[in-house]
């Protein structure tokens, strides 16, 4: 079945970095563009960064460019999100999502937290 497992997140002091990755299975990885999103409380889910199929591509919130890469390696199934100068505002849950025309699959989230 499909799944997207997100992993790397954790505890971490203002101005200290964090790599998350989404590992993918059960369905063509390659063909699917990847994105990450999150979620802090009390607020809406917002997207983070994008990555076309063939990392042609990239896209990033205004609030996260210039401190976040997204990338992805086809071979390994795997998008990741390295974060730096990691702020207090970018704590939340972070979500990977595959989308393929109409078809997303999301993942079950990482907590990110940014506090001293």
């Known amino acids: 079945q499909v799944q997207l497992v997100e992993s790397g997140g954790g505890l971490v002091q203002p101005g200290g970095s964090l790599r998350l990755s989404c590992a993918a299975s059960?369905?063509?990885?390659?063909?699917?563009?990847m994105s990450w999103y999150r979620q802090a409380p009390g607020k809406a889910r917002e997207l983070v960064a994008s990555?076309?199929?063939?990392?042609?591509?990239?896209d990033y919130a205004d609030s996260v460019k210039g401190r976040f890469t997204i990338s992805r390696d086809n071979a390994k199934n795997t998008v990741y999100l390295q974060m730096n100068s990691l702020k207090p505002e970018d704590t939340a849950v972070y979500y990977c999502?595959?989308?393929?025309?109409?078809?997303?699959?999301w993942g079950q989230g990482t907590q990110v937290t940014v506090s001293s």
């Open positions: 999502k595959a989308t393929m025309g109409w078809v997303d699959y």
């Open positions: 059960g369905f063509t990885f390659r063909s699917y563009a």
């Open positions: 990555i076309g199929t063939f990392a042609g591509r990239t």
